[in-house]
């Protein structure tokens, strides 16, 4: 800032530069003396300015000077600001801090002292150079900041991209009598020449057109710590009533840590080009939190806690834009198929968290999901989904589960299949909460499968042939009562209900959950995670009137009907994926089918 300030006042008076006009800034360790010092020579300070900014917690020496500049001068110099909030922080590490400072064009300098108990000296000096020189007493418990390597990893990491020099001074071994200067000890600095530690560039703030692919790719292994290739990189510049400039780069791969729930947006916010945070939840959704890159804008204000930033207005806005721009080249990109499904098969399970938490951007990110189903292997958009709909058909079917191939087999389907209705199948955990939480897609709701047994005779299937007698090939009416009565009476502790259904067209059974209740696998999902191990959903045995061994079940009585309930609801609870209550009673049970049947 202080270069950054004299740059701007030598464009009027160049004598203030006084023949030193290669502004830098140099950092000299002590380890005898126990000091760090940081230097510049930029404008420098006087005795009412070392009062003015160092004298009062969070005095902003920068935003005063802002204030004295008049019209569209102001956005002409890029100020961090706030030097009063970062130099009291010096006492975190150190317990005496001595600021030596001559002002641009004065003759005398001054030198101010303090220990941070709340005073305060300040005293002419001889011999300061023009601008600050900062030196810090380092306590006994901070002497790695003594270390040059400490400080080499400080500057790179939060002022890599400033626009000055920052120079290591030769930093002295330690060397004892006899020991060769080359003989480097682990962990040990060796003798070294004045070192510039950043590299004064950043590349966000060029233009595109000046930007190379191959340096986009090695910002990207720079800034997102990654060895794979950007999927997508975005660089774009904002500006109007808010003004930053944007670099986000979208991996290839998939981050170790991307379903921890502790793992925060890996986009760096820079404030002319000065590292803030790269742990703001506002910068970006936490469903965009695989995108990686730097923002930088001129317009957000460093308060004394970063962590208020998060409440900022300006970086409310600044999410909205990204949020958009990220949308949109999606959107483009989508329009690739094959390309697109790279992107979703490593990201879709997070950017479906969308569908859960962002309402307001609900309807574009059903645009961009994509979701297997029974039409096919690959990936389908709602869009396509909605042009095969079937006439009378009203509503998005979906399964929910834990794996595809067991979903595309499950009975649940059948009737669906038989029909030619495509069903979506989810096997995402953050599908059960998004499928119900209210979307509507193209006035279309969702409905689960297990919910849509009465929907089939409304739908007419593709290859249907006209309708026939839905009693063809059933159990009388009366024996199916009967049938049912028993059946809730034998299960009436495991199942809410027996009823039969439509749905099936090869199996004898299937589970389903009672209308309007909690999904079986969601239930199922709650409890091995430990969030209701006490929860009992209550199911219910739906039947296939028309399978031969519902039909013989009905000729059944006593012990033998009671054996062949329980063989059918464990059947039930197999295919769904849950465990058998009592595998002893069901090896029993099932042993005394076989014998029969083979003997």
Known sequence: DACDKLRYEALTDEALLDGDGDLRVRIDTDREARTVTVADNGIGMNRDDLIANLGTIAKSGTADFLKSLSGDNAKDVKLIGQFGVGFYSSFMVADKVEVFSRKAGEAHGWHWTSDGRGTFTVNESTDVARGTKIVLHIKNDAEEFLEAFRLRQIVKTYSDHIAVPVILDPVPSDKKDGEKKDDKKEGEDQDTGPETLNSASALWMRPKSEITEEQYREFYHHVGHGFDEPWHTLHFKAEGAIEYTALLFVPSTKPFDLFHPERKSNVKLYVNRVFISDKLDGLLPRYLRFVRGVVDSSDLPLNVSREMLQSNPVLRKIQSGLVKRLLKDFKDRAENADDYAKFWEVFGAVFKEGLYEDFERREDLLELARFKSTNGDGWTSLKDYAGRMKDGQDAIYFITGDDLGMLRSSPQLEGFIAKGIEVLLLTDPIDEFWITSGNVYDKKSFKSVLEAGDDLAKIKGGDEPEKKDD???AASEQALKDLIESLKKTLEKAVADVRTTDRLTGSPCVLAAETGGMSLHLARMLKQHGEAPEMNIRKVLEINP??????????LSGAALDDAAHLLLDQARIV?????????????????????ALG
């Not at 028309?546 to 079940?553: A, D, E, F, V």
């Not at 769904?576 to 042993?591: C, I, M, N, Q, Y």
């Open 471 to 473: 009693t063809a090939g």
């Open 546 to 555: 028309k399978h031969p061994l519902i039909k013989r079940m009905t000729a």
């Open 576 to 596: 769904e994926g849950e465990p058998v209550t009592d595998p002893a009673a069901f090896a029993k049970r099932l042993s005394a089918v076989l014998e029969k």
